[in-house]
């Protein structure tokens, strides 16, 4: 009851913070004392609802992070609510539907850098993700987003690229920020060919 | 959305000089200094008073008191002495004790310590007792914050809570009240300012507010909550404090703290897909500056400036 209660809240004020924690807090205290895992897979469910309404409701993606990991630890344990391939299926439609969405795409690079092996993101994630049809080059959330992914790759020079010829680019309120990622991902280059020497 | 000035025609400049916003030489913007004063005088002056729905505010007297205080230090502009010692008393007035040996700031006069009003008071407090110690306000507020230095660190220390989280030690508001990591940071400034950041208080804290850090790379207000401009001002600044920032995810708090400046307006949202607000020019604009000098000190490996941040200050007890 109390849930539905929150249900109405956040259809009047669906990023009202106070509400989104209280909501975390009932979860919690409900999934503790039973060991059904319902609660969870509604969660999942009712954050799918807000975000059909708004795919930029950062709220509903946030709490989604916080159901797909159980609430107990950092790392995911995705068999009580879903599965990790449908989720990162799930991530990687809401993406599409908008390339510019900065909460879909921060949300997708957090999921594959924690869940993913460097093989699993080198071999299927980022080229399934490259396949997305007609990416313009000023979505600065989606680029961005592929040049995390190369650095977890350690594939620095594609990486490099786009910062080069898209992201100081189109976004230049952030072109210090870009600058200073470029060097970085310069270091980390020079280590790595460093390391493959010796 | 913002307009060089030198394209304005000539009958415009001269409104916005007449305005005093521009100044009469070059196409310097002028803060209105004189207007903020008289605007902040509300809360302490018996000239100008503040209007009928303050009331909401009753329980949060030294947090206006500290916004005067601050924001006029910050213009350069100094109270009288009369205006600095009453805002004294009204300060002392806030304090409750506990027990005989414990005691915090509340929102007003018998209202129970709060770690929000105690982080405004002390702050006021200091701002009073740096003026000249020739001024008898300001050597009263020094003496002050010596005497209520140790009854402040036993009723900190009573705000911790290690069994109702998972990761690290929480503070709480209040007695019974919320924790989050406001409350840590208000804990931790005032024990940094009074030399009393001693690991009985400050043990754990680390940990929990690294473990409020999101996906996203901003800190939200408790674990598992979302990255907010205001509780990642909180838990940076307190990080940084307890010299523990760089063992949190420091690029990914970069990358968001960047994106959230909005390219359109110039200022900082709170939270992405979220509005930009002024407020968050001091948030989210506070904690670059703060990320900044963690970086500079990961680069430049400066031993001594770590030092210096860590080594707990004990003049007194």
Known sequence: IELEY???????????????????CLVQLMAAGTADTDIWKNELTATQKLLEQDVRNNSAWNH?????????????????????????????QQM????????????????????????DIAQIQLPTLLELSEVPDDAAAFWSTVVDLYEQIHDYGPAKTLLQTKLTKIDPIRQNYWNWRLQQLTI????KQAQAQS | FFVDFSSLPVSQREHLRECGL??????DVRLLVEKHVGYLQQTWSSERNLKMSFVSLDASRPWMLYWALHACDLLNHTLPDEDCQRILNTLQACWTNITETMGGFGGGISQMPHAATTYAAVLSLCILASHSQEKEFAKEALQYLKQIREPLFRWMVTLREE?????????????DGEMDVRASYCVVTVAKLLGLQKPELTNGLADYLISCQTY???FGGEPWAEAHGGYAFCATACLFMLNQLQNSNLPALTQW????????????????NKLVDGCYSFWQGGAVAIVSAAHANIESNHESHRMKDGADIDPWL
Do not use: P
Request: net charge negative; with cysteine; glycine share 8%.
């Open chain 1, 188 to 191: 980390k280059e020079e280590e």
């Open chain 2, 163 to 175: 069994k109702a989280v998972k990761t690290g030690v929480a503070i709480r508001m209040h007695h």
């Open chain 1, 96 to 119: 599409q539907l908008d390339v510019y969405n900065e909460s879909s795409c921060r949300y997708f690079v957090a999921l594959l850098k924690e869940q993913c092996t460097v093989n």
């Open chain 1, 6 to 24: 929150l249900d109405g809240v956040l259809q009047a004020d669906g990023k009202n913070y106070h509400a989104w924690s209280h909501r975390q």
């Open chain 1, 64 to 92: 989604r992070w916080f159901v797909i990991h159980q609430a107990n630890n950092r790392e995911a344990n995705m068999t009580a609510a879903t599965e990790l391939s449908t989720e990162i299926d799930f991530v990687r």
């Open chain 2, 257 to 272: 703290l960047t994106a959230r400046q909005m390219s359109y307006e110039g200022g900082f949202s709170g939270r992405s």
């Open chain 2, 216 to 218: 996203e790379g901003g």
């Open chain 2, 22 to 27: 521009l100044d009469e030489d070059s196409l």
